[in-house]
């Protein structure tokens, strides 16, 4: 029997696998609603965190596990008093920033009272994280984002989750890492206003920014391939056309994006963008990065792209993962609905070289289970 893991590297590879392989990446809030692993516990420990990305890929039998975040810096549970919410708990920093741990959703950073991000003129490339307080910078580390300069600065505890999940799957599934686009990185360092600003305004100092950014995410890349991922997922939700210009995704993402897939592609694995929104008129400018696959292509009314025509453009150059609304379709159609959208995605995606079936973007937080368990029923009939 063909593993998951063979599944998937059978499609990134273009080899049209005996079966189209499921993994859709899930929403915390989809994860904290549907296994048993308490908020704070996914958010701030390995064990937790390793325990829901397991629990979720058995519950939906998906073929691949996606390590979307580093692993975690546990002194937080140590710096932090915890208070308990409605909808969660409260960790309350010594310096009066606050994460929310909710029950249904990511974790939200809340900086102390009466702080600032620098302005982008007065930003410091070198010292990114001097002028923060000590609980933006834990923040950060637990996004992805620390200041990278070796691959001996990775911290041994990033590692964790990679270590546990592997241990516990035997090579059983397709393990992918992940990394953030330096434009996506750039919007944790300054208020949204201030980047949008910073591209008009002051460009030079956006791409020495975008630069430095660049090196952390290929160090953090290479160190997850070492680690024994088989592929790394290049996260740039910010980069579609609802939010920037393709001229300027052309000069701001674009060669940034390029050099980390570079450094993936020089490690034997595979790599593949996420972007969210409306990417029709981008496409090319993706696939020019280098990547081998692409990730959402949102339909209408997310996006504008229709899988024929990405299939059609596309599909026997670069492995497909999508794309199925994981609003508009999964969380308000009833089982059966979803059973047809999954078979129509199925047949078209199935043209190409490479498909895996999975939602555009994040199973949203409360997607009934049962949607997504069609999904996977779908493409096991299909392929029988």
């Known amino acids: 029997m063909t593993s998951g893991r063979e599944l998937i590297q059978h499609a990134m590879a273009l080899q049209k696998p005996s079966e189209i392989p499921v993994m859709c990446q899930l ?3 989809h994860i904290l609603l549907n296994t048993s692993v308490d908020p704070v516990e996914f958010n701030f420990t390995n064990k937790g ?8 890929r058995d519950r939906y039998d998906f073929d691949g596990i996606l390590i979307h975040k580093p692993g975690r810096d546990e002194r937080v549970l140590n710096l932090t008093r915890q208070d308990v919410l409605e909808n969660g708990v409260a960790l309350i920093f010594p310096d009066g920033g606050t994460i929310l741990c909710l029950h249904d959703d990511d974790p939200h950073y809340l900086p102390p009272q009466g702080f600032h991000k620098s302005s982008i003129e007065k930003f410091d490339i070198v010292n990114m994280t001097d002028s923060v307080p000590p609980s933006m910078s834990h923040w950060w580390m637990n996004c992805g984002l620390l200041e990278l300069r070796s691959p001996g600065d990775v911290p041994e ?11 516990a799957t035997q090579d059983r599934y397709s393990i992918h890492g992940e990394v953030n686009s330096p434009f996506d990185s750039i919007f944790h360092l300054l208020d949204y206003e201030e980047v949008l ?3 008009i305004k002051h460009p030079d100092k956006i791409h020495k920014i975008l630069a430095r950014l660049t090196q952390i995410s290929a160090i ?21 056309s609802s939010f920037i210009s393709r001229a300027h995704y052309k000069e701001f993402v674009l060669p940034y994006e390029s050099r980390i897939v570079e450094a993936v592609k020089n490690q034997g694995v595979y790599v593949y963008t996420h972007t969210c929104g409306s990417i ?12 081998q696959g692409i990730e959402c292509l949102d339909p209408p009314p997310l996006g504008d792209v229709e899988l024929e025509d990405a299939v059609a453009a596309w599909g026997d150059r670069f492995f ?20 047809k959208d999954a078979n129509h995605r199925l047949k078209i995606g199935s043209r190409g070289k490479g498909f895996i079936l999975s939602t555009a973007c994040s199973i949203a937080p409360h997607v009934p289970p049962e949607n997504v368990l069609a999904l996977v029923k779908a493409a096991r009939q299909f392929s029988s």
Do not use: M
């Open 27 to 29: 929403s915390i809030g």
């Open 49 to 56: 965190y390793s325990q829901g990305l397991l629990e979720i």
């Open 157 to 167: 505890f990033w590692y964790a989750p990679i270590d546990l999940v592997r241990e």
């Open 197 to 199: 600003r910073g591209l």
């Open 220 to 240: 953090w890349a290479r160190a997850q391939i070492r680690r024994g991922c088989d592929a790394i997922k290049l996260s740039s939700p910010w980069a579609g």
């Open 280 to 291: 029709g008129d981008r496409l090319d400018l993706i696939f020019e990065s280098g990547v």
């Open 320 to 339: 497909i993962k999508g794309n199925i609304d994981s609003v508009n379709t999964l969380l308000t159609k009833k089982t059966e609905d979803v059973l």
